[in-house]
Structures are given as structure tokens and as C-alpha cells.
């Protein structure tokens, strides 16, 4: 079956500008996260969503981090008034369960700011 | 908070060496996951370990969980030039899915 797949795989925009990164979890999979990977580190929470609502959100950075789940399946993360240092890889994943099972990672979402 | 440690950063051997790589967690775990992630790839689940001394093996891979539950190892038999790119650990915060990875351990294996 499909796996998670994320649009777009690179975005390179302005310091400054808003920017929209989607998710596509794999179909029935109830819990879906966010991370941001850095070049040399491991990927590093940002929010987690079981069903439609954020379960845990303590990872994001700051209020210009947002992301949404309406309908319990794709995801959107949204960046404000973006900065040079959120340039990373950002990495979705999503698992069929709750709790702390395996998840599985889509290709991720290369946004370099300028 | 809660830290995942990876030792080593990087390694680099020749060709049917074995290597293995270390993870310490600074709080108990209820598992531990391990993903390979091949240089340009996204991390891929290569296993979990729930049982205090557990010990799983994938062919030439062979993960354990300590006693404590507070540490892990990962050790590959013969490595192949297929076994390059960097293995993480990573343990749940107290069991949710919220998962905390280490820094990873980069594999780099000489033909």
C-alpha cells in the first residue's frame, strides 16, 4: 500500500513568509507526527496528533509553528514570519495506533529559508 | 528532560568487520525503537524491544535491551556495504507516541 507522503519535498521561500507543509498519512492510521530533522541530528519532536486533535504540541518552537488535522487525516503545519534558522528537513510520520508504536516516516519536506 | 545518547557519532570500518553502536536513555523506557536512515532517505523502523533483557535478531543485526530498560545496543555482524547510513534509538516520553531519538550513530562501511 501507499506509504506517508509529504508535498512538497522542497520549499525555499523568504525570511518572512508563511509557508505550508502537507502531510499525507498512510490511509487508517489514527496517530500522525511532526518532527524536524537538522543535518547531523536526529529528528526532533514537534507535535503529535491522535485522531483530529494535537495530543501533544510541546515539541513546537514558538506561536509561528501551527498545525492542523481537520478531518483526522491529512496533516498541515504551518509556519509564520518564517526565519533562516527553521531552514530543516521536516519529517511526518504517522502509526496505527496509540501509545508508543512504530512509526513509519515520509520522505520529508526540505524548506530552506532565505 | 528526558535524553537519548548515541555512541558512537560516526563509524567507519572495512568491509566484514562488525560494528556496533550504543544508546542510553536518561529515564526507564517502556521500549525501545531502532530506525536506519540511508544517507538522503527519511528513518526506516527496523525494530522495538519491550522486555527488560530482550534480545531480537534480523539476520546479521542483533538489538538487545538492557536489564534497567534504560539502555540499548545494536550490533551488525559482517557488515556489508548495503549497512550504510545512520542508525538511530529512540525511546517514547513516558509511553505516549511522542518519541525521543538520539543523535545517531553514522555507519560507513569500506569495500
Known amino acids: 500500500g501507499a506509504g506517508v507522503s509529504q508535498t512538497p519535498s522542497n520549499k525555499v521561500t523568504e525570511k518572512g513568509k508563511y509557508v505550508e507543509l502537507r502531510c499525507d498519512p498512510i490511509?487508517?492510521?489514527?496517530?500522525l507526527y511532526w518532527y524536524r530533522q537538522s543535518l547531523g541530528q536526529g529528528p526532533e519532536f514537534l507535535i503529535y496528533?491522535?485522531?483530529?486533535?494535537?495530543?501533544?504540541d510541546s515539541g513546537l518552537p514558538n506561536d509561528r509553528f501551527f498545525a492542523v488535522r481537520p478531518e483526522g487525516s491529512v496533516s498541515t503545519l504551518k509556519i509564520q514570519r518564517t526565519e533562516r534558522g527553521d531552514s530543516a528537513v521536516y519529517l511526518c510520520?504517522?502509526?496505527?495506533?496509540?501509545?508508543?508504536?512504530?512509526?513509519?516516516f515520509g520522505p520529508g519536506t526540505r524548506l530552506t529559508v532565505t | 528532560g528526558q535524553q537519548v545518547m548515541q555512541i558512537p557519532q560516526y563509524q567507519h570500518v572495512q568491509e566484514g568487520e562488525d560494528f556496533t553502536t550504543y544508546c542510553n536513555s536518561s529515564?526507564?523506557?517502556?521500549?525501545i525503537q531502532w530506525y536506519k536512515q540511508r544517507p538522503g532517505g527519511h528513518p526506516v523502523f527496523l525494530i522495538q524491544?519491550?522486555?527488560?533483557?530482550e534480545v531480537k535478531k534480523q539476520k546479521r543485526l542483533t538489538f538487545q535491551f538492557g536489564e534497567a530498560k534504560k539502555n540499548s545496543s545494536l550490533h551488525i555482524t559482517a557488515t556489508q556495504t548495503t549497512d550504510v547510513g545512520t542508525y538511530f534509538c529512540?525511546?517514547?516520553?513516558?509511553?505516549?507516541?511522542?518519541?525521543?531519538f538520539g543523535q545517531g550513530t553514522t555507519l560507513q562501511v569500506k569495500p
Open positions: 510520520a504517522s502509526s496505527p495506533g496509540t501509545g508508543a508504536s512504530e512509526q513509519y
Open positions: 490511509s487508517g492510521h489514527t496517530a
Open positions: 496528533f491522535q485522531g483530529t486533535g494535537a495530543a501533544d
Open positions: 529515564t526507564t523506557l517502556s521500549n
Open positions: 524491544l519491550v522486555k527488560s533483557g
Open positions: 529512540a525511546g517514547p516520553k513516558s509511553n505516549t507516541g511522542k518519541l525521543i
